[in-house]
């Protein structure tokens, strides 16, 4: 009896440290979202994730009282202050036949709302892949899922560190994808500045298109790469034109321990992208859009730093109320920028602090735009998470913006552009 | 002549020594002298479980200390995942193993699986095929084994 009593204890100790270590998911992203760990997959694991937010934006209207995005909450960019739940998703994720680890899937849909849903009646599919796994060294990924690409969209959104993107990532690598029909606003004044004109969704990062991927490890370090191809058209299934992106990636990283999406390493990155885009409001313009990176993470708790260059060529974001130009949204100009993030996570305690600083420079040409000129958006944003348990925390955030463009036209809408707050609380189930 | 004596005798010796090796898993079992002894079962298809056997297994060897316990894991069922040859978690049953915790894969179960897949799984190779799961269950509980089925 006493045998019995002993061996159900350690039996119920083991059963608390296996919910630990499930905790943990596999290695780095390409490998977290296109695979499973072999031969412990389920058939369809439920799982998503929400996201509820308060923010609220300082800045001042232009001198006619009207508001341009950067002073606006998104999605709806409707008025200066307001709740959202931002991200509420749900997915599965698993092997439809477990026996065979040689394929598995991936499917969330995102009903919450924000770029991805304001042009999609609130609800969109925003990954539905298929990887198969039979080739070493060449998995065969397939569908709609996350582009390889600049860490701040190839990293599960659930777990960043931050609330909002920087400018960087928002304008130059969050594409837009207007329709003919979208009517283009000059700045209103709020409480219905309504600048939201997109009837697409935005592309989140994502692509429809078929990948080449695998991860190969050398003692301590892991190896990564990906090749892609795909329509360049975002979330959207089919493609608009014939034009086809194509996506490089490698990652190397020295893995210090621990698994999943906050595995501790030294990663260093690099990625290109290459695509053409056919100018909705003029189809027989054809624009090159060209992306580029490299950057580096680090995670060794209690630090982590994390930097990164992208640069840019065509297909540049103007913003939402830019209609006065042959691209609609956008030019042909150049663009670059870069962020350089630091957290700490105070030993002992839920706590942890960020600091990130970000800036982007992008090459106007406005109709008023003299030879080379630029626009610069710099933003401090300091911030600090608190982590009520593994599966949820809140993170509080403040930015301070310093906006400002050579083209007079662009500046005054610029001016006035001051600091923003945010507070969200984000729930994985 | 007298070379292709040689290559019987090496030849037999060599089966006999292979006979000696698979009868030598059985005899561990069958005569442990361990002061505890314990049968894991695992025939759930939660992955989760998978985990939860092998801290479990863990855990006894480290409590009693790997010379007092005697453990072996029987899978059958959907459980024979964990000892499929790419399961993530072949690194720590090739780690338990060389704490003298043994595994037991169920031949009944591979028959089956191999309907669904069109062939045998490939299991790990630490494991030892046995006729059928439950028997082998049964047969230790027989011998003074105490089940977990965690």
Redesign the interface.
Known sequence: MK??K??AL??A???M??GV??QAQAANWLMLQGTE??????RAKLWGFIQAQYQKDNSDANGAGGYVPPKLIGPNLDSQEAFNVNRARIGVRGTG?????KVNYFLLAELGNNGITSGSDGKILTDASITLNHIKGARVRLGLFKTPGFEEGLQAIHVFDYINFTSVGNQLMLERHPSASDAFDAPDPTPNASMNAYAKSVGAFRDVGVQIFDTFKSNDWEHSYAVMYGNGNGLNYSDNDDNKDTYFYWSSEKVYGGKGPRREGLKMFAWTQDGKRTNVFNTSQEFDRTRSGVGVKYLKKPFRVSAEYLTGEGMIFQGQHRPDNTHGPYNNEEADGYYVDFGYYIPGSNWELDIRYDSYTRGESHGTSAANDESRYDTTTVGAQYHFNKKTRVNMEYSARDFESDTPNVQAQLVGVDSRYAIQVTHIF | MKMKSIRVLTWLAAMGLALVGMTSTAIAADKSMAD?K?VLQISD????K???VL??A???VK?YGQDLVDVEIVAFG?GL??L?A????KGRIKGLTGKGVRFAACANTVKG?NK??GHD?VLNSNATVVDAGVVRIIDLVKQGY?L?K?
């Open positions: 045998m019995f002993k061996v350690v039996a100790c083991s059963a440290l296996g270590t499930m760990a072999p031969d412990t997959a389920v036949l477990p026996l065979d680890n | 505890v314990i298809p939660n992955p989760f998978q985990t939860l801290n479990v863990n855990n006894i409590h959907p995942r964990l499929f790419e399961n993530a978690n699986m669904v897949l799984p105490i977990v965690p």
